[in-house]
């Protein structure tokens, strides 16, 4: 992967990590919130967190490499989990990024 693309990732990251700090301020949460990072997110938080859609959030919960917890027939992650798996990909040389406008 050439440099260009991983210092477009590093910030796509960063503006991913700003965004939710903007969201998190509009909902009145703490931005030290205790515990944040280690509570479940299920596909709805997943989306809400990345800003994607459904069919995204959903299809990188059948990917093999994301990072899930089975509870019962339930599939979660936690945010420490995914941010480690965001990061990871941002360094991986297979990663790519698809724009789709709409």
């Not at 990590?17 to 931005?31: C, F, M, S, Y």
């Not at 599939?75 to 990871?88: C, G, M, N, Q, V």
């Amino acid at each position: 992967m050439s440099e260009g693309a991983l210092v477009l990732l590093d910030r796509l990251l960063d503006e991913v990590t700003n965004l939710r700090k903007e969201v998190q301020e509009l909902k009145g949460i703490p931005a030290a919130a205790p515990n944040v990072e280690d509570e479940s997110m299920d596909v709805q938080a997943v989306m809400d967190y990345l800003g994607v859609g459904s069919y995204a959030a959903r299809e990188l919960f059948k990917r093999k490499d994301f990072p899930t917890i089975r509870i019962g027939k339930k599939l979660r992650t936690t945010r420490k989990l995914l941010d480690k798996w965001l990061e990871e990909q941002s360094r991986n040389e297979k990663t790519y990024l698809r724009v789709v406008n709409r």
